[in-house]
Each structure stands twice: as C-alpha cells, then as structure tokens.
C-alpha cells in the first residue's frame, strides 16, 4: 500500500502556537464566569466547580492537544465548543420567542434571590451592585423585600431592618464619600408617595426592559464577537488536525 508524501510534510507551527495562545486567552474568559453564578439563592459552589471544571477541560484539551498534536483531544476541544456555541444559540432563540416566560423566569430568579439575601455575602454583593449601578430596588418594586425576612413588615421579629430596604436600593449623593448603609432603615413605614425622595421605585426587571432596547446592538454585537471566537476556536482546532492527519498519512 503506498500513501500519497506531501512536500511539506510538517504540521504548521503558525496554527499550532495560534490555537495554543487562543486557548490561554479563552480560558482566562470562561474563568470569568465564576463571578456570575451567584444564582438561586443558594451556595453556589456548584456552579462555580461545573464552571470551573469545563473551563479546564477546554484549555486543557486546547493546549496539550496543540502541543502534543494530539488529535483525540483536538476533536474534543472543537466539539466542546461547538456543542456550547449551540446551546448558547439555542438559548436565544428561545429567549426571543419565549419573552414572558424568560420575564417570569428572571422575575422568580430575582425574588428567590431576594429571599436569600442575608444568606451568602457573594450573592448579596451582586444584587447590591445590580441595585446600585440600574437604579433600581426589588424585582418589579421595593415592596419586594417583603420575601426577605429581615426587611420584612409582615413578620413579628424584631430586625432592626424591618419595613426597610437595602442601602443599595438608596439615592445617594455623589459627593458622599461614605455610603451610609443604615439610609434604608424604615423607608417602607412612611407613606409610598414620599418613596421616591429617598430610594429608588422602579424594580430592576423594568429596569433591564427599559435598558435593553436602547441596547441591542450592544448586545448583538457581544454575541457576534463570542460567537467568532469560538469559530475561530474551531477553525484553529480543525486545522490543526488536518496538517496533523496529512504529516501521519505522509510516511
């Protein structure tokens, strides 16, 4: 039997070291994601180890297979990542079609997380940052913190926070360079009409549907841009285990 020798027999260091240093800089964005599975209400130590666990077995898969020339994990590594870019397109047509019940969804997400405010310091930062940097208190309303235990004013317990928000649902002054974090106390006892004076009314769902259509090229374009980079991902991969194939083939 005789194979057909290619001149060039050798696997192209351009495409191997490109899809090495894609890897290293794809890896170090998937490692960011950690910061966003605060979700539910609950520790999110699984989340962040199923995060974490694909994040490694990519940049793992990429770089050793890139090195190695290893074409099992090549394969791999390029139908991970195809496999997540469907999921992600999936995601968003079915965000599209679906819009209420994504609305519900998130509405519920929030409240759970509500919920559970006082109960991991992580979750509590995120909904504090969402909070402050939308202006905005609650899921659809400030009366939201009712489903928080100690900012509620249905219970009979003796929180110091009773009837009272968060500090990051307050209007602040920017020249303030001390947040008082007690400026949500009792906001919920005075009349709702004088609400507005102090905290902010509107909830961060209405919030994010005020933001997202002034946005949407915004948004298209980020999905575009990760899209991309996973076909580049791919392509790379593909390449690669092409010039490996042709170089094994060759003697």
């Known amino acids: 039997m005789y194979y057909y020798r290619y001149e060039n027999a050798e696997v192209s260091c351009c495409y191997k070291y490109l899809m090495f240093s894609y890897n290293i800089i794809f890896w170090g964005i998937l490692s960011d994601l ?20 694909v994040t490694f077995i ?3 898969a990429g770089c050793v297979g890139a090195l190695r020339e290893n074409i099992c994990l090549l394969k791999f590594f390029s ?15 079915l965000a599209v079609v679906f819009q209420s019940q994504v609305r519900d ?18 979750l509590q930062n995120l909904i504090d940052s969402l909070q402050r940097m939308n202006h905005c208190c609650g899921a659809q309303q400030p009366d939201d913190w009712d489903q928080n235990i100690y900012f509620s004013c249905n219970e009979t317990h003796r929180s110091r926070e009773k009837c009272g928000v968060p500090f990051s649902c307050c209007i602040t002054d920017p020249a303030d ?17 004088e609400w507005s004076n102090h905290i902010y009314v509107k909830g ?33 991969a593909r390449t690669l285990i092409s010039d490996i194939e042709k170089v094994r083939f060759s003697y």
Not at 34 to 51: C, E, I, K
Not at 79 to 93: D, H, M, P, S
């Open 34 to 53: 950690t910061q966003v599975t605060r979700l539910r209400g609950f520790d999110p130590v699984w989340l962040v180890l199923v995060v974490g666990g």
């Open 177 to 193: 360079s001390v947040v008082n974090t007690q400026c949500g106390y009792d906001v919920r006892k005075r009349p709702e009409g």
């Open 105 to 122: 969804w998130i509405n519920k997400l929030f409240l759970a997380n509500v919920k559970a405010y006082r109960e991991d310091i992580d």
């Open 79 to 93: 139908g991970l990542i195809g496999f997540i870019f469907f999921l992600e397109l999936t995601a968003a047509v």
């Open 58 to 60: 990519l940049g793992f």
């Open 204 to 236: 961060c769902i209405t919030a994010l549907e005020d933001w997202l259509p002034g946005n949407l090229y915004t948004v298209a374009i980020v999905f575009i841009v990760v899209s991309l980079l996973q076909m580049v991902g791919i392509y790379l």
